[in-house]
């Protein structure tokens, strides 16, 4: 098993190595905007040390993490010193501040909204196309994420991405692609696997209300075609979705669908799989037709074990 190593950085400069690690869950999410991870560590350093600021967490020589720390735990039962850590990644910023007043901003590309709205520690700009948007309404108390959301669903017709390294993304990142054959993926033993389907949140048709005030337009939810499933929204487009109302509701019937159907596999080992890698399913379920995408990915101990865990939902 590959050595599980924190480094915690301190304002002054100064920075602290873990390697008795005791406890990791690392999580990332296609759909949130950032990765968060939880550990805990055993340490000889005095518990009254100043609290850290940036945290890094290393499996092998990889760096699996870098992000703010959120909460710090520093106890001493009598068995020894434990510090718990608690972080975020970079994205954490742009989702929990909130916006400037109502008003309009014309003519920004992507790399200028990310500047402008989530300039922000760990994040390092834009990767790939870069595209441009006439005009992107703001309202009072969107979050930053809020706004950048708009701009992707309109601009890409996608919720942006950020990587683990700190780069947004319009378009998704092309990653190696992962192949699970049997009870294998990518040569790891698959300890278990799940093949879920659920409709609880899925919509299958969408009406939007018009300028004079009627619900006459609607959109089908394509992905429920010849299945016994009637759940119907209506949607009244606030501000930042009037130029692009059909958008919106496309975004909305696709949002109803996230890991509406998924396998799940968890992993004896660690494989550093990434978040938007297709994955090949050699003889996979039909429930599941390709292509399929990573959109969830975990790392966690377990009794001492360091396990891998993936969803892959349609792409």
Known sequence: MPQVRIKVSYPDGGSLWLTQVTALDYREDRFQPYQQVRVEAATAQPLARQEGNWMEVYIGEEKLFEGTILFQRARDDGGGRVLSLKGAGCGWYPAHNVSFPDGIVSGKKFSEMVE??????????VQGEDRTLNYTVVRANMTHWDILTVFGVQAYGTVPFIDREGYFWGVQPSYPSVTLDGDRLEGCPVQRMDVCASHEEAISRIYIKSLEGEYDRYLDNTDLAGMNVHRVSFFDPKDEWLKAPVVCMQYLLDCSMENQRYVEVTLCG???????????WIDGASLLEPPLQVTRVRHFLQDSRLLTQIRAAKG
Request: aromatic share 14%; net charge positive.
């Open 116 to 125: 402008r709205y989530a300039a922000f520690p760990g994040v390092k700009g």
């Open 270 to 280: 660690y494989l550093p799989c990434r978040v938007c890698a297709p994955l090949q």
